[in-house]
């Protein structure tokens, strides 16, 4: 079974500060992983994912994340925050047939500026 | 290319009451989705359909939740009776299904049914 956990629920940068978001992931077999961005009232945007190729992925608005075995975790990072960033942020994990599909509970990422 | 339709994108019912959801795919997606996703968390997987067959529901409440999608094309999700802890959001998704040289194809979602139980 998959699993992913989203360590922070809520994390506040200053604009054009580092955006980190924590994920770590479980999985019984190797993991297809996913991040995806939620704005207020609007449906789910994929923003990157991980199909066992490259280890660090790069996505959409200047997002990119890194594939790491060996502490289970695909954290989520942009160099330099925009007030447009600010939003939910979800984790999500599948095997690597596409089923199980799970999500975390979300990152409120609020940018001040 | 259209988008993942749904409809209604609001519904307020009473408790013991009935409601369905409608959820029109991008065309030619073969694989399609329903979410649950309650105030403050993540979205939980509910059924996930390929063409017009059930491929995961293990986390459908089956006594009051059905869905179907008897042509392979739109789906319908309903909740009978409606109980308060069901007012959510419900999430439609879909996606080409098909692994493509091993790289898993990405789930479009809808902009989702708001759903209140009063």
């Known amino acids: 079974a998959q699993s992913v956990t989203q360590l922070g629920s809520h994390v506040s940068v200053s604009e054009g500060a580092l955006v980190l978001l924590r994920c770590n992931y479980s999985?019984?077999?190797?993991?297809?992983l996913f991040w995806y961005v939620q704005y207020p009232n609007q449906g789910l945007q994929l923003l990157l994912k991980?199909?066992?190729?490259?280890?660090l992925v790069k996505g959409i608005n200047g997002f990119e994340a890194e594939f790491k075995k060996s502490e289970t975790s695909f954290h989520l990072t942009k160099p330099s925050a925009h007030m447009s960033d600010a939003a939910e942020y979800f984790c999500?994990?599948?095997?690597?047939?596409?089923?199980?599909?799970?999500f975390g509970t979300g990152t409120s990422l609020t940018v001040i500026p | 290319e259209a988008g993942v339709a749904q409809s209604p994108r609001y519904k307020i019912i009473e408790k013991r009451q009935s409601v369905a959801f409608w959820c029109n795919p991008i065309?030619?997606?073969?694989?399609l989705y329903w979410y649950q996703q309650i105030l403050g968390q993540g979205p939980k997987l509910l059924i996930q359909f390929q063409n017009n067959g059930v491929v995961d529901d293990s986390q459908l409440p089956k006594d009051r939740f059905s869905a179907e999608r008897l042509k392979g094309v739109d789906s319908t999700l309903k909740i009978q009776p409606a109980k308060l802890e069901d007012s959510a959001v419900y999430l439609c998704?879909?996606?080409?299904?098909?692994?493509?040289?091993?790289?898993?194809?990405?789930?479009?979602f809808g902009p989702g049914t708001r759903l209140l139980v009063l």
């Open positions: 991980y199909t066992s190729a490259a280890t």
């Open positions: 065309s030619g997606h073969a694989t």
């Open positions: 998704a879909s996606s080409y299904g098909e692994l493509a040289g091993g790289v898993l194809e990405t789930q479009y």
């Open positions: 999985s019984s077999v190797p993991p297809y």
């Open positions: 999500a994990v599948s095997d690597n047939t596409g089923n199980q599909f799970y």
